[in-house]
């Protein structure tokens, strides 16, 4: 029976940085994952608190060409309600940031991981699924293929929605879903991005437009399950001429790049991320619509904080109630992200006219007052930093 300090069950892009973050904590790590069985040609931007991870783990000059900035967001109403928000503009150069963070291809940041995870001597990989997990007070053991079994002082489940791992620590997940689909693509288009992305409100959710290097950039439009299917059936000309539109041509002429792909809208949120000597992370642990871009950076955040609790001081054993201490540093800030994403959606989805009214005077507010708007940038990047510098700058005032 082979001995590790801590295994990681999955090999999605949450679980590569888990295991390169651990691995540079000095513990001995296994991660456990087949290969994937496609190329995941989507594509993620990360904010500037994650870029700044990834520099320390010493990937992110791999990435970066492959990368294009997010300058200026812009959220823009596509609606033809009644009463529709103004647009508002969002400069990175206001909090003191060239870019909020960057877009980049999954491909290019799986690359980078992978290639770093080869290098490092306190990671092994077992290139298989788990087909058991079993999670006791003084150990976890995995099984895997024929028979072979691992145990270990600490797991930590990085293998999805469906997670094997959260169910042998006994914990259960809450799951609801929408009426909505999100379809999935990449453009070039005849106009520079200037590194912006827009972001369309409409009735059915919104219409993320996010740059790529080049002429080129990515989409996330949240339809009705029904005009999913019909648009990626449409032919690749009929598809570029419907995203074009929806942009109001803002980039000139669009050409939709390979095939579209639509995925069903869904949230999940455990009930606990961490019990004993089991955690979760990634889609194990929480999953909500693509919207404001929070998920895989708050996967990172899930790292980060695994990273600091289980590093090696002076040879000391991982303590049996690691878990739970994860559990309660990270439970505030995937509570607020998930609650916040879902209220945002049903929002937009929402024919109710005092929320209709909110939504727009909420956008009033923001243009209004540009310390609120720094603020809610400033929280979007790194949770508690836009606060704390809100309250800050109150204090100033008042003592002036």
Same mark, same amino acid.
């Given at each position: ?105 999954? &491909? ?52 999805? +929605? ?45 219409? &993320? ?20 299917? +019909? ?14 539109? +929806? ?7 669009? &050409? ?72 309660? +540093? ?71």
């Amino acid at each position: 029976m082979q001995h590790y300090e801590i295994a990681i069950v999955g090999g999605g892009l949450a679980g590569l940085v888990a295991a390169l973050a651990l691995g540079r904590t000095g513990r001995k790590v296994c991660l456990i994952a087949a290969k994937p069985p496609h190329e995941d040609t989507r594509t993620t931007a990360l904010m500037d608190q994650s870029v700044r991870y990834l520099e320390r783990l010493g990937v992110w000059d791999a990435i970066a060409p492959s990368t294009a900035a997010l300058s200026v967001m812009q959220i823009l109403d596509g609606t033809t309600r009644l009463l529709r928000a103004p647009p508002a503009q969002f400069r990175a150069t206001d909090i003191g940031l060239t870019a909020f963070g960057y877009n980049m291809p999954n &491909t290019a940041l799986s690359e980078a991981l992978n290639k770093a995870l080869a290098a490092e001597p306190n990671v092994t990989r077992i290139e298989q699924n788990a087909e058991s997990v079993a999670v006791q007070t003084d150990k976890a053991t995995i099984s895997i293929a024929e028979g072979d079994v691992i145990e270990v002082d600490f797991v930590i489940g990085a293998d999805g +929605r469906n997670s094997i791992t959260r169910e042998a620590a006994g914990v259960s997940a809450r799951k609801w879903s929408y009426e909505q689909s999100a379809v999935v693509l990449n453009f070039s288009h005849a106009l520079p991005h200037g590194n912006v992305s827009t972001e369309f409100h409409t009735e059915s959710g919104p219409f &993320t437009q996010v740059p790529l290097p080049g002429l080129r950039s990515s989409l996330v439009w949240v339809v009705r399950p029904e005009e999913a299917a +019909r648009l990626v059936s449409l032919s690749t000309e009929e598809l570029s001429t419907a995203v074009e539109t +929806r942009m109001q041509s803002i980039l000139g002429k669009v &050409t939709v790049e390979g095939k579209a792909r639509a995925w069903p809208l869904s949230s999940m949120m455990a009930e606990r991320f961490g019990s004993g000597r089991a955690a979760f992370i990634g889609e194990a642990a929480h999953a909500f619509p693509p919207i404001g871009a929070q998920g895989l950076n708050l996967s990172l955040r899930d790292s980060m904080t695994l990273a600091e609790l289980l590093s090696a001081v002076r040879d000391r054993p991982i303590a049996a109630d690691a878990g739970d201490r994860y559990n309660r +540093r990270r439970k505030p800030d995937v509570m607020s992200r998930t609650v916040s994403v879902d209220l945002l959606n049903r929002s937009l989805l929402t024919d109710f006219l005092p929320v209709q009214m909110v939504r727009a005077a909420g956008m009033h507010v923001l243009n209004a007052i540009p310390p609120l708007r720094n603020a809610l940038m400033q929280e979007g990047v790194e949770p508690g930093r836009g606060l704390k510098n809100f309250v800050k700058g109150l204090g100033k005032q008042v003592r002036h």
